[in-house]
């Protein structure tokens, strides 16, 4: 089992349309998690930490549940420069264990 | 200019040649990464540096090996390149010390060995 699993996808959704997705870890001393994007053959870029409380920046809202060990990202209003892959990220022993899901693909059709 | 560069963006090369992937930073920061990324397999860690004297491995550090020749640059060799070394090979670097905090990566290396 990997440590960080994501759907791999792709979800082909409308724009407008609101999409969620979900990572789980294996790991329960992980301490901080991420959500990357990365757009086709380019590097991964940080969209958001995941906090306990949860956060939202603009369109898009990070949950972590640490009791069931997953955390999720909601887009809404998704528009067709969401399309990309979105990387889950999981650390733990002071950075020193940096683990990274495969990516959900998500691809907004207009 | 970019924050994190590398060096070549592109290679092709083939069996049992030597390579070397150069990466430099100009945000100041201590730590330094290199990752693989393959379809269907995600971002693997394959060797970090803490600070020029302090180089760890990651999770999958044979057949590489790397040198730290100053803050800002992390070179990775491949002694005798593989098949499946072919990848997309991302340098990144931490703005800080701590668990929380997040990478910056350079564009990325597309290493072809034929």
């Known amino acids: 089992r990997k440590e960080v699993e994501q759907d791999p996808g792709p979800f082909n959704v409308p724009e407008g349309a609101t999409v969620a997705f979900n990572c789980t870890y294996s790991n329960s001393a992980s301490q901080s998690f991420f959500w990357y994007r990365q757009d086709c053959r380019k590097e991964p870029k940080l969209l958001m930490s995941v906090y306990s409380s949860g956060n939202e920046d603009g369109r898009f809202t990070a949950q972590l549940n640490r009791a069931s060990q997953y955390i999720s990202l909601l887009i809404r209003d998704s528009k067709l420069s969401d399309s990309a892959t979105y990387l889950c990220v999981a650390t733990s022993g002071g950075y020193q264990k940096v683990t990274f899901g495969t990516g959900t693909k998500l691809q907004v059709i207009p | 200019d970019a924050d994190v560069t590398q060096t070549p963006r592109n290679r092709i090369t083939k069996t049992g040649k030597r390579i070397m992937l150069e990466c430099s930073q100009t945000?100041?920061?201590?730590?330094m990464y290199w990752y693989r990324q393959d379809p269907g397999l995600g971002l693997r860690l394959i060797y970090y540096s803490f600070d020029v004297k302090d180089i760890n491995k990651g999770e999958i550090s044979d057949g590489y090996s790397v040198s730290r020749q100053a803050q800002a640059k992390f070179s990775l060799s491949l002694e005798s390149a593989i098949p499946n070394q072919t990848a997309l090979y991302f340098c990144a670097t931490p703005t800080g010390q701590g668990v929380g905090d997040t990478q910056y990566f350079g564009p990325g290396t597309r290493l072809t060995v034929l």
């Open positions: 945000k100041g920061h201590d730590r």
